[in-house]
């Protein structure tokens, strides 16, 4: 039985003084691809900035176990360098350092080493070509006139580039046209081809989900798991809403 790459156990937390997720319990095993879906304001990206770590949210109970550690109280980069990475819905503007080097950047700084430069371009030229994106575009600072869909491609190059062992994919479609869309799922499926990479992907929408192969459901409402099952419930949602499943809890 394979060990989980994330559990979160009977996890609480808060912000303020209101609590604001409650008893929420996950486990995602490796190469799985688990979707998080639910109405807006259900407690979504605050779930996902408390597994990264966001400072912002305290921790009530219960715990954050990353590859059989806990990390409830690690540092967002240390979580990072442990094979964590976050691909967020508004990604800020780094004036002066290239998308290029910052992802050469973090590479060195999780592998502890220099990364041979030949080799990284060869790697990126490489992985900008199966998305079907200009050569140049690395080399533009990083977000800066990015519009939103450039953004969220830049977010899924990392994440090709990075490898990491758990990806979470905050509203990453959110704003797309339809073009960006396609490069973004494009990527999602290259990253799913690694059978050991697992996903977490935050969405109210279905449409991205279309081409994706998605192992598990979890319906958050009010800051509770209140349904999980397999991906027939993405068909279910778009048919009926999330209405049908409030009723029933």
Do not use: C
Not at 20 to 45: W, Y
Not at 217 to 238: A, P, T
């Amino acid at each position: 039985m394979n060990t989980a790459i994330l559990k979160t156990e009977n996890l609480k937390a808060q912000a303020g003084d209101r609590e604001i997720l409650h008893d929420i319990n996950l486990s995602i095993g490796p190469g799985e691809t688990h979707v998080i879906m639910g109405p807006n304001g259900a407690g979504k990206s605050t779930l996902v900035s408390l597994i990264m770590g966001d400072p912002a949210y305290a921790v009530n109970e219960g715990k954050v176990i990353f590859q059989g550690e806990d990390i409830t109280d690690l540092p967002v980069n240390e979580r990072a360098a442990k094979g964590l990475f976050m691909s967020f819905q508004n990604p800020i503007e780094v004036p002066g350092i290239s998308l290029f080097n910052f992802i050469r950047t973090a590479l060195e700084m999780r592998g502890g080493e220099k990364i041979k430069i030949w080799e990284y371009r060869k790697e990126v030229t490489r992985v900008l070509k199966e998305l079907r994106m200009d050569p140049e575009f690395a080399e533009r600072d990083l977000n800066v006139g990015f519009s939103g869909g450039e953004k969220k491609k830049a977010e899924v190059l990392q994440m090709l580039l990075l490898k990491p062992s758990l990806a979470i994919l905050d509203e990453t479609d959110s704003g797309l046209d339809v073009d960006a869309v396609h490069t973004v799922s494009q990527g999602i499926r290259t990253f799913q081809q690694d059978k050991d990479a697992s996903l977490l992907i935050i969405t109210h929408n279905a449409a991205i989900l279309s081409s994706l192969k998605v192992d598990a459901v979890h319906i958050l409402v009010d800051g509770k798991i209140i349904k999980e099952g397999g991906s027939e419930l993405i068909k279910q949602i778009e048919e009926e809403g999330f209405a049908a499943f409030t009723e029933e809890a």
